[in-house]
């Protein structure tokens, strides 16, 4: 008989599958049809005769279940789900097999276009040195598979210029017939469905087709930090099977609550404090909406209009950070976060790119090895951070060649601490702080603005456009711009202008957006 078949399941290159497209309908169908791969695995197993059985309330046993496995009572286990990954114990590799050929065939057929993958190890007991060979191989496949697309273009073909797929099907959109691809159908028709329910998903659809209308996005992504190390920390020195599926079953389980359930209801919170706070503006709902793409694990991405952006960003940062304390968890959190701000005509893929980058080459460096300053942490802090890049222009290439080219990557404080508390100080608040200072002193938006383009041309130019502006400041009961501002930014007694200048050119990318009163478009 052959050993159990320790599997897991993942689905590649989930982000270019949902933004290969610019409508949002289309993208929430996508983002549907990855939420149901797992469904289809076991509606396929059983479908070949397998008896199953799912993540339940009872107590994992190696021992019972390679019991079930030898009497034939059960084919196939599921031992937890988290992260976008659902991990499996099979009864043997011949199982495995037969169950991933049916459950590719149905892929392939009713979501075109998504790419599933699976690696396995051969169960020998030891569960961390299995599952450690486990994700040697998932990786080293990774790195072999050929990328997905699932037809083929013949000469004669019309093909789709963003997809490179074949279009298959006519269908009326708003009166209109347009061409749709296999691939854009499945996600159309999945997305009309989750429409139906939820009228943000029209409302931002609208917001990128009607361009009389507000059509300022932005597309955040969000990302927990050290998962991997708080697995093998509470994973410890232990080796059982039983003992470690079951510790994996209830961090995946806590951590779902921490990073979806809570982040979700964050969400929804914000956008009712944003409706209390402006209602007296009298926006349209479009002002307000937002909309989840992904809710999986410790990932989170979701779309919203661009000028309310970072207090959805804020209320799910914080959200994560305070999980532990609000709910007694055994864990703590934290999670960092990108933001690309872009014209709805901009691509989608290309935007939801440049927001992972800010997130992972941004955001992220503050929390891995290095502190502030790029010292060598003695230890992992639970931080959130934030990054955003603002899209003037059709610039290609990618996050840091573009700040590199543009000559902004040591202009820029970016990123910046939403929680947690660093041995130096780059908060959030103080661009927040910074901006009241200024208004305050009734520096005018132009001169934010030049001191922001002074600084980029230039270090001597900045400081010099600097010294003007607070020469030129309104005192407030004989308290000076400048005295103010190296409270805010200091330098032993005197004003760090390097860091004030950093700030102020971040400052002035998003001064319209984040720290004006709304436009008249949106009202």
């Known amino acids: 008989m052959s050993k159990s078949i320790l599997a897991q399941y ?6 270019d599958y949902i933004f290969r497209t610019n409508r949002i309908v289309e993208i929430m169908g996508a983002s549907v049809n990855i939420s149901k791969a797992w469904k289809v695995l076991f509606e396929e197993a059983k479908n070949c005769g397998k008896i199953v ?7 994992f046993s190696l021992e019972d279940t390679e019991r079930k ?3 034939k009572e059960v084919q196939m286990v599921e031992l937890f789900c988290g ?24 892929i392939m057929k009713d979501y075109p276009g998504m790419i599933p993958m699976s690696e396995y190890w051969e169960v020998s007991g030891d569960y961390k040195e299995d599952y450690k060979k486990l994700m040697t191989r998932t990786e080293a496949r990774k790195n072999v598979m050929a990328p997905g697309r699932n037809e083929f273009i013949l000469p004669f073909s019309m093909m789709d210029r963003d997809t490179f797929q074949p279009y298959t099907d006519v269908i009326k959109i708003e009166g209109n017939e347009k061409r749709m691809t296999a691939e854009g159908l499945a996600k159309r028709m999945a997305g009309i469905r989750v ?4 009228p943000s998903v029209k409302l931002l659809d609208d917001m990128v087709t009607k361009k009389e209308e507000e059509g300022l996005l932005a597309v955040v992504h969000a990302d927990g930090n050290n998962m991997g190390r708080k697995i093998m920390d509470m994973l410890g020195k232990e080796t059982s099977c039983d003992v470690c599926v079951e510790k994996m079953r209830k961090f995946t389980e806590e951590t779902k609550r921490a990073f979806v359930d809570k982040g979700l209801e964050a969400l929804h919170k914000c956008r009712e404090d944003l409706k209390r706070k402006y209602s007296k503006k009298n926006l349209k709902d479009t002002a ?9 694990g410790d990932d989170m991405t979701f779309i919203c209009n661009a000028r309310f952006v970072m207090e959805y960003v804020k209320a799910y940062l914080e959200a994560v950070y305070h999980y ?3 709910h007694r968890s055994e864990w703590g959190y934290s999670s960092c976060a990108g933001i690309c701000i872009f014209h709805s005509h901009y691509p989608f893929a290309r935007a939801y790119s440049l927001a992972e980058q800010c997130c992972d080459d941004g955001a992220k460096a503050m929390v891995h090895k290095t502190d502030i300053n790029g010292n060598a942490k003695a230890e992992v802090v639970e931080e959130c951070w934030v990054d955003y890049h603002y899209i003037h222009s059709g610039i290609g290439g990618n996050l840091m060649a573009i700040r590199h080219n543009g000559g902004t990557e040591d202009r820029i404080a970016r990123p910046w601490r939403v929680c947690g508390q660093g041995s130096l100080p780059r908060d959030y608040n103080q661009l927040e702080k910074l901006a009241v200072i200024l208004k305050e002193h009734k520096v005018a938006r132009n001169n934010v603005k030049e001191i922001g383009s002074a600084w980029e041309y230039s270090k001597e130019d900045g400081y010099k456009e600097l010294t003007r502006i607070c020469a030129h400041a309104e005192n407030l009961e004989d308290e000076r711009l400048e005295d103010r ?22 400052l002035s990318e998003i001064y319209d957006l984040w720290f004006r009163e709304v436009k008249e478009c949106l009202t």
């Open 324 to 326: 532990q304390s609000r």
């Open 195 to 198: 429409r139906d329910n939820d």
């Open 485 to 506: 501002l190296r409270a805010l930014f200091p330098e032993g007694e005197e004003l760090d202008r390097e860091k004030l200048l950093k700030a102020l050119y971040d």
């Open 69 to 71: 496995f030898k009497q």
């Open 83 to 106: 992260g976008g990954n659902e991990t499996v114990l099979f009864d043997s590799l011949e199982t495995y097999r037969e169950v991933n050929q049916a459950f590719s065939y149905r």
């Open 288 to 296: 307000f909406a937002f909309r989840e793409v992904i809710a999986d």
């Open 53 to 59: 059985e799912q993540n339940g309330n009872t107590a």
């Open 10 to 15: 993942t689905i590649r290159s989930k982000q």
